[in-house]
């Protein structure tokens, strides 16, 4: 059971970025996935899931009208879409599952993690 988030860069700010979480070993197609973010010296923030259905919740205000998640059972792959990029955005990215099935913003109820993938946004 791995996930593996990808596809964080350096990007200018205004800038956009296509994260990746792929999964190997078991299959997304009926479960959520959450996106997460941890900057340095904060907290792990919980701001965007998508549900087994194709619905997203969004957890942080901050994101929204910005980032957009979506899902491609067919590649066991969830998509983060991020526009308008702002320096305060920098951050590790992280994927997350759970067998819990739900859309959450509070990582205790993930069980299932990517690596993480960093994204810089600075000029």
């Known amino acids: 059971v791995q996930l593996q988030a990808s596809g964080g860069g350096l990007v200018q700010p205004g800038g956009s970025l296509r994260l990746s979480c792929a999964a190997s070993?078991?299959?997304?197609?009926?479960?959520?996935v959450g996106w997460f973010r941890q900057a340095p010296g904060k907290e792990r923030e919980g701001f965007l899931c998508?549900?087994?259905?194709?619905?997203?919740?969004y957890y942080a205000d901050s994101v929204r009208g910005r980032f957009t998640i979506s899902r491609d059972n067919a590649k066991n792959t969830v998509y983060l879409q991020m526009n308008s990029l702002k320096p305060e955005d920098t951050a590790v990215y992280y994927c997350?599952?759970?067998?819990?099935?739900?859309?959450?913003?509070?990582?205790?109820?993930?069980?299932?993690w990517g690596q993480g993938t960093q994204v810089t946004v600075s000029s």
């Open positions: 070993g078991f299959t997304l197609r009926y479960l959520s």
């Open positions: 997350a599952t759970g067998e819990s099935g739900h859309c959450s913003g509070e990582p205790n109820d993930y069980d299932y």
């Open positions: 998508i549900s087994s259905s194709g619905g997203s919740t």
